[in-house]
């Protein structure tokens, strides 16, 4: 039986290939509408120029010391730019040996590349095809990633073609690969960029990355959990060394250095950074909720009318703290502070510190504030099931200032312990200029989140005296004028006082020995209102009743504003508001904000160099002696004031030297845990040694240039008295009837002008008011 002929006619081969045709030009016609119908935005919007131009990222923004030091970021991701020239290139080579060979010779899409990787996938050997371009398409403009259903992300394919192809007529080829190596996630840490990248993995900067640890960081980026270093490190070294690998193959490494390379271990630095991390964090977290209200109050806003977002929109944000002092602020802190919590445990061991009145109310109040107990209520929970929950012990963290420790306690005990601990804050500032130079709010932001430089007020105790002793001088008293030491009284209030010095004393005296008695006295001389006046002209913004009481420091103020105060003094006479927030710049460099300090003519400048002269003697003399002993020996030109508040709750010192004034609180949460005795609760033990240790470093760091030299008087001198031996008898010559005239010294030495008369009391009842030293 003859086979039947399997030749195709004619006709067929006509119809074949017409079909063929139809199918082809139906594709290309399909593509061509689906790329016009994708860039109409048919399938989703797709970036303007405008957006090209600014493209949306979330970037950190960054706190900067006055140094150019970075002290923290706010962000919802951990991203901070970098330029190219800030990247190594050891990055540079690495990525695009591995992530897009021809990166330098294509305009966006690699269709060579394209073809190749569609045969591969075709034959199982799957491989993706986006070049680097692509890629940043993909993280700048497709806010839900890479899509998993397959017609979805073949629309992102096309959407990143058109897209990459726009980005290459805005950018170079440079640019285009720092904003790449800007936005890439590098996984855990929240590290978003290779400037986070190369701090939390290998703590350095993204110019110094090596080529291993730049192998490392781009091996991540085809899975960043998956090539872990930290979670997954065998994969993350083999990952490392394929990369590794890939440069030797575009020559950017020798074969030697390429065999060397892949030898060595798999070495981290890690640096895992969050909202705690880094210097200042109490500065910062006041200085966040700062900006956003300047933002606010003075309608900030960005072209498009919407808010700044200050986690999200890589704010530049300049200030005056300076990273060193900084630092030698917090180590001075930590120093210390450990040793006085030993002091505060040996006084009490043994003892119930909760033996008081209000310690059931204090330690409901702590339950209450809580995050276990604000939990547990919105779950639902009755009063009696939480009170219970709180008595049970659990595993838990606690801190110590050794670090944290595991142990195991009740919730409630833990309230009690953290009852216990000291807290304390310090700031430093330049009195010309209102500079703020180191903050530090409390003792651990991660467990005490609560500010107490500027958002917390205590009683300022014996630091408010020398408002008072500025009112005289103000009026008229010398520095040198004599009062009785003895008990007064005002409208009914008569102060305590610690073993006072007996017989008649001058102010100058008074003020270094913190002398109630004297103090009230010159209150009652100049007014209750005088002196009020007086602390708010200097720069105190919380309330100072016209009352008796106020001489001795029983209203309350802030650390920020106590140093702002003093530093008038030092800056003869003159009130500069005290600034920590330079100016503000987004992104591209564009000034937002920039502030001025306001300034204020408080005092005489006579008046202020006087009283830099009696706080002088405070140290010289008084209590403040200690910083002239032998663990501190600050023996250059000091002056200073120390503070301790009724039942040594709290403690003080402000401390002036001609270039900084530095203010030191400490004490507990609340004003019923305290020290027993007055040796250890007074500000001399708990606050002064802070400052002392703080201004040590400061004079030993050389480079700071701060002087050991003494206050400047006020221009053309200083016109009051202060060296009060000027009014002593000069000793007798041999022959008595030769006697040289000195200024007469009496029991009323001499004024500047007569004392003024004493003045009526104010009708106003004074608060109930203990001593204050």
């Known amino acids: 039986m003859p086979r039947k002929s399997t030749a195709l006619t ?15 030009i139906g594709v290309v016609a399909f593509g061509i509408i689906l790329l016009f119908s994708i860039g109409l935005g048919l399938f989703g919007q797709l970036p303007s120029f405008r957006d090209l131009e600014n493209p949306k990222s979330n970037l950190a923004s960054e706190v900067i010391s006055e140094d150019g030091e970075v002290l923290g970021t706010y962000f ?21 040996a591995t992530e897009d060979t021809r990166f330098y010779d294509h305009s966006g899409i690699d269709f060579k590349r394209t073809f190749t990787i569609i045969y591969y996938n075709l034959v199982g050997k799957k491989q993706g095809a986006s070049t680097i371009t692509q890629q940043l398409a993909l993280n700048l403009f497709q806010e839900e990633g890479r899509s998993r259903n397959p017609f979805k992300r ?134 966040k909720k700062e900006i956003q209200k300047i933002f606010v109050d003075q309608k ?33 802190q930590k120093e210390y502070i450990r040793e006085l919590q030993n002091q505060f445990k040996k ?26 107990y604000r939990q547990m209520k919105e779950e639902g929970f009755t009063e009696g099931e939480i009170l219970e929950n709180f008595k049970t012990p659990v595993k838990m963290s606690v801190f110590t200032w050794k670090g944290e420790k595991d142990t195991t306690m009740s919730p409630l005990d833990s309230v009690k312990y953290y009852k216990l601990m ?56 010398s520095p040198c004028y004599k009062m009785p ?45 005088a002196v009020s006046t007086l602390t708010k002209r200097m720069g105190i913004t919380s309330d100072v009743p016209a009352l008796p009481s106020i001489c001795l420091g029983s209203f309350e103020a802030s650390l920020y504003d106590m140093v702002g105060a003093y530093s008038v003094f030092v800056n003869h006479g003159v009130w500069t508001e005290p600034l920590y927030l330079l100016r503000i710049e987004d992104k591209n460099g564009n000034v937002l904000y920039e502030k001025k300090p306001r300034v204020v003519v408080a005092l005489n400048p006579q008046t202020a160099y006087a009283m830099v002269d009696m706080l002088k003697a405070v140290v010289q003399q008084g209590t403040g002696l200690r910083l002239r002993g032998p663990r501190y020996r600050l023996l250059n030109p000091i002056g200073g004031k120390t503070g301790t508040t009724q039942n040594h709750s709290d403690g003080w010192f402000i401390g002036i030297t001609p270039q900084l004034v530095t203010g030191v609180w400490t004490g507990a949460e609340d004003r019923a845990i305290r020290f027993i005795n007055m040796n250890q609760g007074e500000g001399a033990n708990s606050a002064l040694p802070v400052f002392a240790l703080y201004m040590k470093k400061v004079y030993a760091d050389k480079t700071l240039n701060y002087s050991k030299g003494d206050f400047e008087p006020p221009q053309g001198g200083g016109s009051i008295t202060i060296n009060c031996d000027a009014y002593a008898p000069r000793p007798a010559a041999a022959d008595s009837t030769a006697v040289t005239p000195t200024p007469a010294a009496s029991t009323t030495a001499p004024t500047t002008k007569p004392a003024p008369a004493q003045k009526p009391a104010t009708t106003t009842k004074p608060a109930s008011q203990s001593a204050r030293f």
Do not use: C
């Not at 119930?352 to 009145?357: L, S, T, V, Y």
């Not at 180191?438 to 300022?460: L, S």
């Open 10 to 24: 004619k006709e067929e081969i006509s119809r074949y290939t017409i079909t063929f045709w139809k199918i082809v």
């Open 347 to 372: 006084q009490w061991r043994g003892r119930n510190p909760f033996a008081f009145e209000e310690a059931e109310q204090i330690l409901e109040q702590g339950m209450k504030r809580s995050d276990r």
């Open 485 to 529: 030491n003895e008990p007064v009284t005002i409208n009914g209030w008569t102060p305590r006082a610690h073993k006072p010095i007996p017989g008649y004393i001058t102010l100058k005296t008074a003020l270094a020995h913190s002398e109630n008695y004297i103090t009230a006295r010159v209150m009652k001389q100049v007014g209750e209102t």
């Open 300 to 332: 900030i806003e960005k072209a498009d009318g919407t808010p700044y977002d200050l986690d999200r929109d890589g704010l530049r944000i300049y200030t005056t703290i300076n990273s060193k002092m900084q630092r030698y602020a917090e180590q001075a």
């Open 154 to 287: 073949f629309i992102q394919k096309l959407q990143e073609w058109i897209i990459a192809i726009k980005l290459e007529r805005n950018y170079t080829k440079e640019e285009i690969i720092t904003m790449y190596l800007n936005t890439v996630d590098f996984g855990s840490y929240n590290s978003f960029g290779i400037k986070s990248a190369a701090k939390t993995y290998f703590n350095t900067t993204p110019d110094k990355l090596k080529p291993e640890q730049a192998a490392v960081l781009v091996g991540m980026l085809k899975g960043p959990s998956m090539y872990s270093p930290v979670r997954n490190p065998e994969r993350a070294l083999a990952r490392r060394n394929t990369v590794l690998e890939n440069m030797h193959k575009a020559s950017f490494i020798s074969d030697s250095e390429a065999a060397e390379l892949k030898q060595k271990p798999l070495v981290l630095a890690l640096n895992p950074i969050d909202h705690n991390e880094g210097a200042a964090p109490y500065f910062r977290a006041v200085l």
């Open 422 to 477: 000291l807290r304390n804050a310090m700031m430093s500032m330049e009195p010309h200029t209102g500079y703020v130079r180191a903050w530090v709010g409390g003792i651990d932001y991660e467990h005490f989140k609560y500010d107490q430089v500027k958002m917390g007020r205590r009683q300022v105790g014996s630091t408010a005296k020398p408002f008072t002793y500025a009112a005289a001088i103000n009026e008229g008293y």
């Open 76 to 96: 919802v991701q951990n991203r901070s730019n970098v330029r190219y020239d800030q990247i190594s290139p050891n990055v540079i080579n690495a990525l695009i």
